[in-house]
């Protein structure tokens, strides 16, 4: 019998049919409705595997999916997953490092120089007919080049960051992780810094890592108290690192002078929200991985990963290799 894969995500044409030859598929339009969830809460029991995005799958709703042997998230990301849950019944769950990593340090780019030089806010002034003079001091940016870009979380994406700044910027690279890393600070000449330090030193405060039980409301108002005024702060992470309340009182009181903020405590962003009334705020839509090109190259590493372990196969971009063992 067929591996039977519930996907909840679409995938291009070529991937999809490379997945049917090996596997029955179903196909949930758009879990997070209630439609939706309630046909994805009905594949489940069928599912030896489960591939897809963005949705919270926690284990009331995995319970429902006796025979599950993987998950397959199409991101680098896995605060989705109850990861304990996962390794304890032996569910092996993959991801997409790597083939995003280059993407989403531009998206972290783009929103540093649109930040920087107010790129948002003087396009919409063109835009509604509010050039009329020469523009002044009033709305002069700050200069990137030069200026000290603070990376708090030195892994993949970060280290992509921390090229673009150093060849390309001649910025100074300061940096906080878990651990100092030798071969960053000889290629960009980067300096280790106390998450403190950093916060106090940075032009350009920049959050690269992943959301964890650790690092969920890392930067609060404590931390944000400790940035300078001109203190740029950019988040390509996840919203939940950020007391989002805490950056939204700063912004307001030009206590830190702009952010830009691809992520948000909950996604989409409410349209109501504070930061979409603030000019030095730029917002994009958690779009950090997203082109063309990646977005199909994280698709065939979910397929990848997915079709390796239901052929019994070790996953290449395994997250829990506990669950190997509890398997085997
Ligand atoms: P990665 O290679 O695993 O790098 C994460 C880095 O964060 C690691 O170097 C780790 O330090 C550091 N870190 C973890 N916990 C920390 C803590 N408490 N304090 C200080 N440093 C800590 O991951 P990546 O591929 O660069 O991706 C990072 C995150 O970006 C993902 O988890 C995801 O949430 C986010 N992301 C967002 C988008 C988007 O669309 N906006 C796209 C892709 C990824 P050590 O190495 O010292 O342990």
């Not at 003087?122 to 050039?131: D, E, F, H, P």
């Not at 307001?252 to 979409?276: M, T």
């Amino acid at each position: 019998m067929n591996n039977h894969v519930v996907l909840y995500k679409k995938l291009s044409a070529p991937l999809m049919q490379r997945l049917q030859a090996h596997t029955e598929v179903t196909l949930i339009d758009d879990p997070k409705s209630a439609a939706g969830l309630a046909c994805l809460r009905d594949a489940l029991h069928k599912a030896d595997g489960l591939l897809g995005a963005s949705l919270k799958l926690d284990a009331a709703l995995l319970d429902l999916a006796p025979r599950l042997k993987v998950v397959s998230s199409v991101s680098v990301g896995v605060d989705n997953y109850d990861i304990d849950y996962l390794t304890k019944r032996g569910i092996l769950l993959s991801n997409t490092p790597d083939v995003l990593t280059q993407t989403t340090a531009d998206t972290g780019f783009a929103l540093i120089m649109a930040t920087a030089r107010r790129v948002v806010e003087l396009a919409n002034l063109v835009r509604s007919g509010q050039w009329t003079q020469n523009i002044g001091p009033a709305h002069f940016g700050s200069d990137v080049h030069g200026k000290k870009l603070g990376i708090i979380g030195m892994g993949r994406i970060g280290e992509a960051l921390a090229q673009r700044g150093h060849f390309g910027f001649g910025m100074p690279i300061l940096y906080h992780s878990h651990s100092p890393k030798p071969a960053v600070e000889a290629r960009f000449n980067a300096e280790y810094r106390s998450l403190e330090d950093l916060l106090k030193e940075a032009d350009f405060v920049c959050l690269t890592l992943p959301l964890t039980a650790e690092t969920e409301g890392l930067i609060g108002a404590e931390q944000i108290a400790l940035m300078r005024p001109e203190t740029i702060f950019i988040n390509i992470a996840r919203g939940k690192v950020v007391d989002e309340q805490a950056l939204i009182d700063a912004l307001s009181n030009q206590r830190i002078r702009a952010a830009g903020l691809d992520v948000f405590g909950h996604e989409p962003l409410d349209k109501g929200s504070a930061l979409l009334q603030l000019d030095n705020v730029v917002a994009t839509p958690h779009m950090g991985s997203a082109t063309f090109e990646t977005r199909e190259a994280m698709a065939r590493c979910a397929v990848d990963n997915l079709l390796s372990a239901l052929n019994g196969e070790r996953p290449a971009n395994l997250v829990n290799p506990d669950a190997w063992s509890v398997k085997r």
